[in-house]
């Protein structure tokens, strides 16, 4: 029973193509995010959504849409790949809380690399 | 914009050997989470610390927020293999529902 889910764990793809990563979470939680970890590990956030809705859009390329359905799922589509996009993306999900943040729950990542 | 450093960047131990990442923060902090990755995984949950000067243990690991909400530190002892990984701390602000700023990390390497 795995509670964030992440679809593919590994995205091998050429540059100027369009791919989608999808995420799933099973935990109830109505908050979910997109965060890119480099090749030096550093994890930096680019979305987050609450109840389908857009609250965090962090300085991402336009070519970055996510998208969600209802509050269980986000899924991340980009268009025209480039080299520098290649990297390890990874869903995460909390509950919101009236202040402060709340515990976030990662996925397992998708590895993407674009040649 | 808001920036949550940790240094070192990277420590190599010998197994039995104590470990502390130190995590400082440009702006005040609400709360302070941390955070294990390990090689190939992903971050997993460690602890939560909201109060001023607040200090929490787990087994070996002992969590430290500073008194001015802007540092943290996690101090590992008596290091063992399956302590490998990369720590990262993660800022929370008033103000700033649900996001977290993680830091850079810290790799913990441990030789048996």
């Known amino acids: 029973d795995t509670a964030v889910s992440q679809t593919p764990k590994y995205l091998v793809t050429q540059m100027g193509n369009d791919k989608s990563i999808k995420c799933e979470q099973n935990?109830?939680?109505?908050?979910m995010y997109w965060y890119k970890q480099d090749s030096k590990k550093f994890l930096k956030i680019m979305f987050s959504?609450?109840?389908?809705?857009?609250?965090i859009n962090e300085t991402v390329p336009n070519r970055f849409s996510p998208k969600s359905p209802d509050k269980a799922h986000l899924n991340l589509h980009i268009n025209s790949l480039e080299l520098g996009d290649s990297a390890v993306y990874f869903c995460?999900?909390?509950?919101?809380?009236?202040?402060?943040?709340?515990?976030?729950?990662f996925g397992p990542g998708t590895r993407l690399l674009v040649l | 914009g808001q920036q949550v450093m940790q240094i070192p960047q990277y420590q190599h131990v010998q197994e039995g050997e104590d470990f502390t990442t130190y995590c400082n923060s440009s702006?005040?902090?609400?709360?302070i989470q941390w955070y294990k990755q390990r090689p190939g995984g992903h971050p997993v949950f460690l602890i939560q610390?909201?109060?001023?000067?607040e200090v929490k243990k787990q087994k070996r690991l002992t969590f430290q927020f500073g008194e001015a909400k802007k540092n943290s530190s996690l101090h590992i002892t008596a290091t063992q293999t399956t302590d490998v990984g990369t720590y990262f701390c993660?800022?929370?602000?008033?103000?700033?529902?649900?996001?977290?700023?993680f830091g850079t990390g810290t790799l913990l390497a441990v030789q048996p």
């Open positions: 995460a999900s909390s509950q919101t809380r009236l202040a402060g943040v709340e515990t976030q729950y």
């Open positions: 935990l109830g939680h109505d908050t």
């Open positions: 959504y609450n109840n389908k809705e857009l609250i």
């Open positions: 702006t005040t902090l609400s709360n």
């Open positions: 610390l909201v109060k001023s000067g």
């Open positions: 993660a800022g929370g602000r008033d103000g700033a529902t649900n996001k977290l700023i």
